[in-house]
């Protein structure tokens, strides 16, 4: 089996790929887009939402909350996710510092 040399990279390149391949499906975009517009927790309405079935919709908050982009809570039967504004900030920032190291050349191929 070989390995995933993720070893070679910065701590920071895992993180940052971990949490964009975790947004890197509509529908994940959409949970996202959703529960930052709520701007609330939100429980249970995202299939009536977004027009996917519940088992799909579980998934991909699973790989969200894996991500560190999201935290649910437990609230009697339903689980109540929201976005974890730490792993936000910490996303927005890099992305911020990953889009500022280009500078636009004055000649390119």
């Given at each position: 089996?070989?390995?995933?040399?993720?070893?070679?990279?910065?701590?920071?390149?895992?993180?940052?790929?971990?949490?964009?391949?975790?947004?890197?499906?509509?529908?994940?975009?959409?949970?996202?887009?959703?529960?930052?517009?709520?701007?609330?927790?939100?429980?249970?309405?995202?299939?009536?939402?977004l027009?996917?079935?519940?088992?799909?919709?579980?998934?991909h908050?699973?790989?969200?909350?894996?991500?560190?982009?999201?935290?649910?809570?437990?609230?009697?039967?339903?689980?109540?996710?929201?976005?974890?504004?730490?792993?936000?900030?910490?996303?927005?920032?890099?992305?911020?510092?990953?889009?500022n190291?280009y500078?636009?050349?004055?000649?390119?191929?």
């Open positions: 089996m070989g390995l995933t040399k993720t070893e070679i990279f910065t701590e920071e390149q895992n993180r940052l790929a971990v949490m964009l391949k975790a947004i890197a499906h509509p529908a994940r975009i959409a949970i996202l887009q959703h529960i930052i517009s709520a701007n609330a927790c939100i429980c249970g309405d995202l299939v009536d939402e027009g996917l079935a519940q088992p799909t919709i579980s998934q908050l699973k790989e969200l909350k894996n991500a560190g982009l999201i935290q649910g809570t437990i609230e009697g039967v339903s689980i109540c996710y929201c976005i974890e504004p730490k792993a936000w900030t910490l996303l927005q920032d890099q992305l911020n510092n990953f889009f190291l500078k636009v050349p004055t000649s390119c191929c």
